[in-house]
């Protein structure tokens, strides 16, 4: 297979078993590293050669599961600090092209940031956007956001109250750096608004902004901006 | 000199209390409430009457560490009993909070030979241990 990958994945728990089984499943050559005995040994009766027993955290155990020539590492132990480390290492010593870490403790985030290791997936992060996107009156919901290239793209529910229902798209002075990319309506469904759209409360409107001039488009949109 | 010490197990209070005895300002950080006592140890009065400060709060936590003061420190040190504990927290003292003396104690002599190089400033027990253990062997192999 020409996409195929070598992917070392830390820590056998039930994200790191799940994922290695996944990527395995779609052709990945894949090693999995386990430092607990018990829980490598349940791991070691499915994935067999594809489990390895050791402290990711020790280099030697690292290049033993041949580092050095993986296309991705994904540090999903339930440590902060240990996937920190690995990530850090992974990416300045071996020079792995792509790391992914897993985040537990969110408020551990500006540390995976200081240290350079990005992405990085906190699954208390993703339920609470989930949360978010099923609480609409919640206001900004981020669908996507690229962080390295300055780009995301978020939902907004209009309320009865926000200024830009019964406005024309084309009459909209958006804020520099952001545009409408999509208006979600009841019975319609989404579509891409052309000039003569006119916004009704109720839409969800998309659009893709520059991350510093997203409290401008909430305070555009919403009922306090200044939306003509 | 004002020294924040993160992890005060046997190392981390002994360096402690010697700063202290010294002179200096000493903030302690550990997430072990018990470690207070460990402080005391040949202490006459209190760690605090010493003029000792003591956070109980985990080392990866900002506000444990703001805490602890680390915005102010001269020296930090990273003695708890996780190797990759020490070399975060010491990497995170010396970057998010410019602390000039920045020392991290990591017991593996890889891990500590690399980031040594990455310009963390490291002991590393393990290998003080290995060289006497070499140097007690060779000497008596030498003399048989």
Redesign the interface.
Known sequence: MADRKYMIVIGAGKVGWNLARELIEKGNEVTLIENNRDSYLTVEQELEHGVQYGDASELWVLERAGISRADMVIAVTGDDEDNMLICQVAKEKYLVDRIIARVNNPRNRPHFELLGVRPYVSATDLILRVIEHEVPDYGLVHLLDLPEERLEIIEMLLTDDSRVHGQRVGDLNMPAGSLLISVLREGEGGFVPGPDTVLEAGDEVLAVLDPSVEEDLKAFFGPDGNGS | MFVVIVGCGRVGSTVARSMLREGHDVSCLDEDPEVHARLEVGLETSWEDAGGQFTVGTA???DALDAAGVEKADAFVASTN????N??IA??AK??YNVPTVVARIL?P??AE?YEK?GVKTICPTNFAIRMLEEELMGTAGDG
């Open positions: 990866l936590e900002t996780g190797d990759n504990t070399i975060i990497q995170i970057r998010r593996d890889l891990r690399w990455q």
